[in-house]
């Protein structure tokens, strides 16, 4: 919900830009010998797409150093944790199970599972 009232100014301002300004403008390809004709609204919004396009792959590829780092942790964690959980189960083997303190009188109750 909280997006669609994010998403919603937004819509409402390019629908408004892209009515209010219909004008046919002629874009020329540099080095070519093309020409486009198109209403103004058009080419501004390709041109913000496009600028929009290249900062979120420059942004995703400065991304990538500290994505690889953070799967390099989370793979050094896992093998940690399992490494982790050999040595308490080797130590409960060694261990055994654990006598009741002397002088309590307090016992296991051993209820059927319901």
Request: proline share 6%.
């Amino acid at each position: 919900m909280l997006r669609l009232i994010l998403l919603l100014p937004v819509l409402v301002l390019l629908v408004l830009f892209g009515l209010s300004n219909r004008e046919e403008v002629l874009l020329h390809l540099w080095p070519f010998d093309l020409a486009w004709a198109v209403p103004l609204s058009v080419a501004m919004l390709v041109f913000g797409a496009v600028l929009f396009l290249c900062g979120a792959l420059v942004a995703s590829t400065a991304g990538l150093r500290h994505r690889a780092r953070a799967r390099r942790a989370e793979r050094a964690a896992q093998v940690l944790e399992a490494e982790l959980h050999e040595y308490r189960a080797a130590a409960a083997r060694q261990v055994g199970p654990v006598p009741q303190p002397a002088g309590t009188s307090l016992a296991r109750i051993h209820r059927p599972a319901a």
